[in-house]
């Protein structure tokens, strides 16, 4: 099975979902508990999500196969903390976001299949999705790079209360220029359908804050959405209509920093 899928694009706009994928290889299922097997953590139906506005946007579009569970695409490869202070699950996670164990007692990773993983799974997923950033930066000077997440809209593992349907993330300024997270506060005001606030819980993981260079002509952003906003929780299927209002929302927000970023 491939690790990932690519469509590359010709607008300066790369979309990226790392959490989208679900594939859990046998032998590591095997040794993972029933309810993990059902990889709850995915970032559900984001690349059904994102697809027709990278289509529409002639966006390129990277989407992973494996499950985070396999390998967190979004954090760094030596799993140094994001948010310090605060319960995390890992680089190979071995604790859901419900704070329940991902294996059955004893078959955790040790250090040399974590090693193994990041060779086999993520190392190939950001070679080629910074080789596509550079070639779309070459081609248009400066490059938006599109991070799409989603979460449970509840997790008191990892925050209180009830999440914003949209969070938008720019690393507290530092991944993006100032006027594309200016027009992005100011398209999200503008709408009233979903709740929604900047740099909050969530402000970007290792994605967004190592790419993004605004200095070096790459301008990184990350959508966190609660999965209220899209479907049926918990678990339910991508309903083209129930996620219509969002798909136009999401897309002209990316518009938005698009059009700011020129």
């Known amino acids: 099975m491939a690790i990932f899928t690519l469509r590359c694009g ?5 979309i990226s979902v790392p959490h989208d994928g679900a594939h859990l ?28 506005i990278a289509e529409a946007l002639d966006a390129s579009l990277i989407v992973p ?11 760094p490869p030596d799993d140094a903390a994001l948010y310090p202070g605060q319960n995390t699950t890992g680089l190979c996670p071995t604790v859901r976001f419900s704070g329940d164990p991902v294996y059955l007692d004893g078959q955790g990773p040790g250090s040399a299949e974590v090693a193994a993983r990041v060779e086999r799974y993520w190392r190939p997923y950001h070679a ?3 080789a596509e950033l550079d070639r779309l930066r070459a081609r248009h000077g400066r490059v938006l790079l599109w991070e799409g997440h989603s979460i449970a809209s509840t997790l008191p593992f990892l925050f209180d209360g009830e999440l914003p349907e949209l969070n938008v993330g720019t690393a507290t300024g530092a991944s993006c220029r100032p006027e594309i997270e ?19 819980r969530f402000k970007g993981g290792y994605i967004t804050r190592h ?36 798909q136009a929302v999401v897309g002209g927000l990316i518009e938005a920093a698009l059009g700011a970023g020129r």
């Open 182 to 200: 200016a027009a992005l506060s100011a398209a999200l005001a503008a709408q009233s359908r979903f709740s929604w606030v900047l740099n909050g």
């Open 128 to 130: 080629a999705l910074s």
């Open 65 to 75: 196969t494996h499950s985070r569970y396999v390998v967190d695409l979004n954090r």
């Open 25 to 52: 290889p046998h032998e590591l299922a095997a040794r993972m508990t029933p309810e993990a097997r059902r990889a709850p953590d995915t970032d559900w139906w984001m690349s059904s999500l994102y697809r027709p």
């Open 10 to 14: 010709r607008a300066p706009l790369l």
């Open 211 to 246: 790419y993004g260079r605004p200095g070096d002509g790459v301008d990184a952003v990350q959508l966190e959405t609660a999965q209220r906003a899209y479907m049926r929780e918990p678990g339910g299927g991508f309903e083209v209509e129930r996620a219509a209002p969002l």
